[in-house]
């Protein structure tokens, strides 16, 4: 046998093989499920490839393309076309119209198919449908009523079902032949009787001792085998997860704070005047409900000072007058700074690391890069010499272990923080802005009470999922698309 070991044969390959030796021809599927008394041609097929993998048989295999019914095709069967079943019920009574039909057929229906029959010569006059010839309508629709019980590619009337939604599909089919080979034909039948061979270790086997004596299947890494599909985190979640270990083991803790928020944290305690851009209604979701929602008086004191004339800093303020009311719009959160900054003030002597991964509205038209709702990766670091230096190289120490080593800044405006930084991450080969970072200003932090120097950052996360997921339309990450959510890499 060539240095073969037969004891490698599964009981299949031996029954595939003993059945062959019969018939030195070609062997169709049908011919082997019958010859081996199996009912699934993946048992014929893959018993076939492990002998023609021995080189006891040899495998013909020619594809050949077939039209099958679709999803519509498989009701059009079973109840009849769109264009018969509207023929046949127009045919019923010469008086029925449009409207009649909304009874007999679903909305969806009855466009399509009095479409479809004015393809075939059926006009609608006063309401009433009308035709000059009535016998070749139905000779037509008698015609495609044979096409859907027996389809066939070289039919005139392929195209035009091809054309139509779910009705036929083209598909590809692989038929194979097996022929045993002269070295197949030499196997004597005394060695191709079956044996017992072990192809799944379990408990009971490993506490008996029958495994000492036994045959064991090897494995054949070279199959083909159905990928394993289990439930998974959404890749969104995933690199959350992430992202959420990466700061924790940076000696981050996590706040979580609600959406809702008022514009006075949201933007006064930030320093952004009241008739900046950004706070209009067109960019900021403002809510009916809490319409106002009640702030500290000393706070919104302190706020009108530094927004008027800087308060007690060296800061002359925005100047103009501002509004009490206007901070005590209740709106959702535009940024997750509106989060640290009511930490700090909290917490305003108490040196700390903090960071926040959490949702933000803005009213942004829906498109390849914005979405309405989206997500920022926040952070402060708040300790006495915190500095700029300091702020730059945890970003950089955050994105080389997100996996993205080159990271540079630029100089950038934000009302609250100066100097102010863009934080910029090279993608194949190019630079892409993934967020804001900065020290906050005298004007945020001495209301607060806040000493020592804070180093602060908001960064997008779909952004950065778009580059660790190498997508180049963000809606891609919310649309649930499972064959695309399946086959993401686990993060
Ligand atoms: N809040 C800014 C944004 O939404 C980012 C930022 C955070 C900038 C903190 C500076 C400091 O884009």
Avoid at 393 to 407: D, I, W
Wanted: net charge negative; hydrophobic share 40%; with cysteine.
């Amino acid at each position: 046998m060539g240095g073969l070991d037969m004891a490698e044969l599964t009981n299949q390959e031996r029954r595939m093989l003993r059945a062959l030796q019969e018939r030195n021809e070609n062997w169709t599927l049908d011919e082997v499920l019958s010859a081996c008394d199996w009912e699934d041609q993946a048992t014929a097929v893959a018993a076939g490839h492990g002998l023609s993998n021995c080189g006891f048989v040899q495998i013909s295999e020619s594809s050949t393309t077939a039209i099958v019914l679709g999803s519509e095709g498989e009701l059009a069967l079973e109840n009849g076309l769109l264009e018969a079943r509207l023929w046949n019920y127009i045919q019923t009574d010469s008086q029925i119209s449009m409207k009649d039909l909304s009874s007999q057929f679903e909305r969806h229906e009855a466009g399509p198919g009095i479409g479809l029959l004015k393809g075939l010569g059926v006009s609608i006059q006063g309401g009433n449908f009308v035709s000059d010839d009535v016998e070749s309508v139905s000779n037509s629709i008698e015609e495609r009523t044979l096409f859907i019980q027996s389809p066939s590619i070289n039919h005139p009337l392929f195209e035009h079902f091809k054309g139509r939604k779910n009705l036929i599909e083209v598909v590809e089919m692989v038929s194979r032949t097996w022929k045993i080979t002269s070295r197949g034909l030499e196997v004597p039948r005394s060695e191709l009787g079956e044996v017992t061979r072990i192809a799944e270790i379990t408990p009971e086997l490993l506490q008996s001792d029958e495994w000492k004596n036994a045959q064991f299947r090897p494995y054949d890494v070279s199959l083909e085998a159905a990928m394993p599909r289990s439930g998974r985190s959404h890749p969104m979640q995933a690199l959350i997860e992430r992202i959420r270990s990466i700061f924790l083991e940076m000696g981050f803790s996590e706040l979580v704070d609600d959406y809702v928020q008022t514009a006075g944290w949201n933007m006064d305690a930030l320093f952004i005047p009241q008739d900046h851009p950004a706070r209009e209604m067109q960019d900021t979701f403002y809510l009916d409900e809490p319409k106002k929602i009640k702030l500290d008086p000393k706070m919104l004191a302190d706020w009108k000072a530094i927004h008027e004339h800087g308060g007690d800093t060296e800061s002359t303020g925005w100047g103009g007058e501002f509004s009490e009311d206007i901070s005590q719009k209740g709106l959702l959160r535009t940024h997750t700074t509106v989060n640290t900054i009511q930490y700090l003030a909290k917490n305003p002597t108490k040196p700390c690391r903090v960071f926040a991964i959490d949702r933000v509205f803005r009213k942004e038209s829906i498109d390849r890069t914005h979405l309405p709702e989206f997500h920022q990766i926040e952070g402060i670091i708040m300790e006495p010499g915190a500095n700029l230096g300091m702020l730059v190289s945890t970003l950089k120490t955050f994105y080389a272990k997100m996996g993205y080593p080159e990271v540079r800044v630029r100089p950038a405006y934000f009302p609250y923080t100066e100097p102010s930084l863009e934080v910029e991450v090279k993608w194949r080969g190019k630079w892409l802005e993934l967020g804001g970072a900065g020290i906050f200003r005298p004007e945020v932090t001495e209301p607060l009470g806040i000493k020592d120097p804070v180093c602060a950052w908001g960064m997008g996360l779909e952004r950065l999922a778009m580059l660790v997921l190498g997508l180049d339309d963000i809606r891609q990450l919310y649309i649930s698309d499972l064959e695309w959510l399946r086959n993401q890499p686990i993060l």
